[in-house]
């Protein structure tokens, strides 16, 4: 792997250093461009500025229509960017999307983590993907529960078609490695196969469950990165027909009489109930 810096001045050309950087990279290169003024005319680094909104007010639950997941490592606490953007030293508007959205993805062992700098503390935060501590933040763009949500959040939550199937069945056979590095390298990195895959297994409370729509993941890994475009395909139409059949029978006024209107809704309470109903008298 090499470590490239790239300079990109203005111009129309400064397009192609798009393409140039995500090939480099395709390639396993690691890539850090440095733009002039003139460049940036043309290749604009988009922050969340541009998806900030006023309607709200100053409430920031609501002041961005998008917000991402991470997991901070050095101070061992959930990250929602870019309203925590504060903790990195980083003013919220001028955090860079794609930079928040690296940090999210950034599962441990698969890819590096995101290292930032504080500049105002000088302390270094290790940030890493957001699933290892919150998998389905449902709850991100949720008003107080003694509130009246004025519009539907729904969660969109792949599901394994087969739950029963033991995790082990759908990870890679282990393979046999000398003792040392190697060895190690290979146990963290089984670990953390094990860890996301679990994930597919989370448990959804029942008010949570009636705004998730679960999407068969047709036997597609979540660190699977080579799938092929047919099985793309299959995917992509999977989670179109599970909206589709979901939204068919969505009520949002019913959703509130039901979930939001004070009621206590516990599937760990209705399980328990259901046990002690089947069991012999």
Not at 163 to 190: D, N, S
């Amino acid at each position: 792997m090499a470590r490239i810096l790239l300079g990109v001045t203005g111009g129309i050309a400064a397009y192609k250093a798009c393409t140039l950087v995500r090939l480099l990279v395709r390639a396993g290169d690691e890539v850090h461009p440095v733009l002039t003024a003139s460049a940036e005319r043309f290749v604009a680094a988009e922050t969340f500025a541009a998806l900030a909104t006023d309607e709200y007010g100053d409430d920031p639950r609501y002041r961005y229509r998008l917000q991402v997941i991470a997991s901070d490592t050095t101070s061992h606490r959930l990250l929602v960017l870019p309203r925590d953007a504060e903790q990195l030293g980083i003013d919220p508007d001028e955090l860079e999307v794609a930079r928040a959205v690296r940090m999210s993805m950034s599962i441990p062992i698969f890819f590096e983590p995101v290292s930032i700098t504080n500049g105002k503390t000088n302390r270094e935060h290790v940030i890493v993907d957001g699933g290892m501590l919150s998998n389905f933040p449902v709850w991100l763009f949720d008003c107080e529960a003694d509130e009246v949500p004025t519009w539907p959040t729904f969660g969109l939550l792949l599901v394994e078609p087969h739950p029963q199937t033991p995790i082990g069945a759908r990870l890679p056979a282990p393979e046999r490695v000398p003792h040392g590095l190697g060895g190690l390298f290979k146990y963290v990195k089984a670990m953390a196969d094990t860890m996301m895959e679990a994930h597919d297994r989370l448990y959804v409370e029942k008010a949570n469950f009636a705004r998730t729509i679960p999407i068969p993941t047709l036997g597609i890994g979540t660190t699977e990165f080579d799938v092929i475009p047919s099985r793309k395909e299959a995917l992509y139409q999977s989670g179109r027909d599970a909206a589709a059949a979901f939204l068919e029978t969505w009520d949002f006024d019913g959703y509130i009489e039901e979930f939001r209107s004070g009621k206590e809704h516990h599937r760990r309470a209705e399980v328990a109930e259901q046990i002690q109903e089947a069991a012999p008298h």
